[in-house]
């Protein structure tokens, strides 16, 4: 692997940090905030899930600006995003002000969960296409446990310590914004907007071997898209559109944000007490991270239905023994933490690891951008919808039943990746043009 594609794929990665911190710093604050504005359930609901709103409204319009701006310049703006959402909602005077600097970061979030893998999956080979888009997910969980570790640090210094807890995100976002001003442009974006000598160039460095036949390939993949219908939504893209949509779909209803959210929250339901609750939250950053990373290892090697096939099978246990406690009231302690703790390492290993990298590459080059808004935006759409409704269901009717769903929807995952997930290690981008797309 050449180390020039390493570090850009690195410091694009740094949107992904930000996004697990943006997303897991909330769950340290969310309590404090509620009192000190005195919010009720329904404001603290929107309060917590704004950032989701944000966030859909980003992954929606995140591929307009990738296509017409470029990947690289893109990402310097969510960068700006993120670093004025930290120091806005970290000195928000009120209420809504708070919210608006919260609305901002998510927008950073949704068009990094678009731009981010997108550019990866554009400038890697295709043998280590996995591993390299998979370090968006681990620096996303990476940025999780950070978070998590920060506002168990932060939580008893001053009255006003939810506010240090949003505020030091400040840090790496000035960090990505100055790093991303030494990676290139996408050869793919060049290519496609007609700059083929820069676009060959940077192909150079990435597999000088294979330049000419990297180049020959995408012009022609770019050719035949262009004499077919340029809609996502034309008839010879059903099946990369289905995939996506489903994938993202099951992504959330796992409730995997519900309890990244709300963990100090349904520890506290089984009877742990406060500090307790939020050392358990960094155990699930700790545990996502360690299978994250063992997940992107074992991606290229497994290939990604693999993966999704054994942690279908794990999230649909760990579930069901969850509901289970909940239904009986027998918690034993730490009965519930050890078995999330099993649950986020199932999720992280699978879905956690495969997502981003399985979206980015199932679509062709002419259309990609838009397709991964489309499973970027059915993913924050889905996670929006559960982060609003999880704390009215889990107090009106309990963690049992909360849980069976979510046990539920991944039976129905199983399924999914048994009947109709294909496998996508090793091929090139361009060959998913061939395979996945009626011509």
């Not at 009192?35 to 989701?52: D, R």
């Not at 998510?106 to 591993?131: D, N, Q, W």
Request: proline content about 4%; overall charge positive.
């Amino acid at each position: 692997m050449q180390r020039k594609v390493l570090f850009w794929s690195l410091v694009t990665a740094l949107g992904g940090f930000l996004f697990g911190f943006d997303t897991a710093v909330i769950s340290g604050a969310e309590k404090a905030i509620q009192q000190l504005w005195q919010l009720n359930a329904v404001e603290h609901g929107f309060t917590i899930s704004i950032a989701l709103i944000g966030t859909v409204i980003g992954a929606i319009f995140g591929g307009i600006p990738s296509d017409r701006l470029g990947r690289r310049q893109t990402l310097r703006w969510i960068a700006v995003l993120y670093l004025v959402s930290a120091v806005g909602a970290a000195l928000a005077p009120a209420w809504v002000p708070f919210l608006v600097f919260r609305f901002l970061g998510g927008l950073g979030v949704g068009a990094s969960s678009v731009t981010a893998p997108l550019y990866i999956s554009e400038i890697s080979p295709a043998r280590s296409r996995g591993r390299l888009v998979g370090l968006f997910q681990f620096n996303i969980v990476f940025g999780i446990l950070v978070a998590y570790l920060s506002n168990y640090l932060l939580a008893n210094v001053g009255d006003h310590s939810w506010r240090l807890m949003l505020g030091v995100q400040a840090v790496p976002a000035i960090a990505f914004l100055l790093f991303l001003f030494r990676v290139p442009e996408s050869p793919r974006w060049l290519l496609l907007h007609g700059r083929t000598e820069e676009g060959r160039d940077v192909l150079r460095l990435i597999e000088p071997e294979t330049v000419d036949a990297d180049v020959a390939a995408i012009l022609a993949s770019q050719a035949h898209s262009a004499q077919q219908s340029g809609s996502l939504f034309d008839p010879q893209y059903r099946t990369p559109v289905l995939l996506a949509v489903a994938f993202a779909f099951f992504n959330q209803v796992s409730g995997i944000n519900a309890i990244i959210y709300y963990a100090p929250r349904i520890f506290e339901m089984t009877g742990l007490g406060q500090g307790a609750a939020l050392l358990s939250s960094a155990g699930i950053g700790l545990i996502n991270f360690i299978f994250t990373l063992l997940g992107v290892n074992l991606i290229d090697r497994f290939g990604r239905r693999t993966l999704m096939l054994v942690g279908s099978v794990g999230l649909i246990a760990t579930l069901g023994l969850v509901a289970r406690a909940f239904y009986t009231q027998q918690f034993g302690g730490v009965l519930v933490p050890v078995l999330l703790f099993v649950y986020i390492a199932f999720f992280a290993f699978s879905q956690g690891a495969v997502i981003w990298v399985f979206i980015s590459e199932i679509f062709p080059n002419a259309v990609r951008a838009r397709g991964q808004a489309l499973g970027s935006s059915t993913h924050w759409v889905m996670a929006t919808v559960i982060a609003f409704t999880f704390p009215y269901f889990a107090e009106r009717l309990g963690g049992g039943p909360t849980f069976t769903f979510f046990c539920v929807m991944m039976v129905l995952q199983l399924v999914f990746v048994l009947r109709f997930m294909p496998e996508t290690k090793g091929t090139s981008l361009e060959q998913a043009d061939r395979t996945l797309v009626i011509h």
